[in-house]
């Protein structure tokens, strides 16, 4: 019974991206009430490690929750990541995943558009 349940799923996660900016990430400060200065000022922003305005890190975690529910629907699972980079506010992020045929897990990601890896980590079904 597991054995076709895990074949009937699909091999990759559905691919969600969005193209952030200065004007969304002031959105999602409000929606979040997180105004740290490093994701909403650019003046200060400028002047710590990042060089500029970063976007909120559940940003690409809510990202990848939209790519998992358009992907299996609303399961019940698991899901263990660790934001592994900041993603300049501006970038293009972009979920992905592929199954792990040793367990039927999925190893999931949020990249910017040219790769880097700004979370990762796995996703378990619970069925």
Same mark, same amino acid.
């Given at each position: 019974?597991? /054995?076709?349940?895990?074949?009937?799923?699909?091999?990759?996660? @559905?691919?969600?991206?969005?193209?952030?900016?200065?004007?969304? &990430?002031?959105?999602?400060?409000?929606? $979040? @009430?997180?105004?740290?200065?490093?994701?909403?000022?650019? #003046?200060?922003? &400028?002047? $710590?490690?990042?060089? #500029?305005?970063?976007? %909120?890190?559940?940003?690409?975690?809510?990202?990848?929750? /939209?790519?998992? *529910? $358009? &992907?299996?629907?609303?399961?019940? %699972? *698991?899901?263990?990541?660790?934001?592994?980079?900041?993603?300049?506010?501006?970038?293009?992020?972009?979920?992905?995943?592929?199954?792990?045929?040793?367990?039927?897990?999925? %190893?999931? %990601?949020?990249?910017?558009?040219? #790769?880097?890896?700004?979370? *990762?980590? $796995?996703?378990?079904?619970?069925?």
């Amino acid at each position: 019974m597991e /054995q076709t349940r895990s074949a009937a799923r699909p091999i990759r996660l @559905a691919e969600a991206r969005i193209q952030t900016s200065a004007m969304k &990430t002031a959105r999602y400060a409000e929606l $979040t @009430a997180d105004f740290n200065p490093i994701h909403v000022d650019p #003046g200060f922003a &400028t002047n $710590t490690v990042f060089g #500029g305005p970063i976007n %909120h890190g559940t940003l690409g975690l809510s990202l990848l929750a /939209q790519a998992i *529910e $358009t &992907t299996f629907g609303c399961v019940p %699972h *698991e899901l263990d990541v660790r934001f592994s980079r900041p993603a300049p506010v501006g970038s293009v992020l972009v979920t992905g995943g592929e199954v792990n045929s040793a367990d039927g897990s999925y %190893h999931v %990601h949020v990249t910017t558009e040219d #790769g880097v890896r700004v979370i *990762e980590g $796995t996703l378990r079904l619970n069925d």
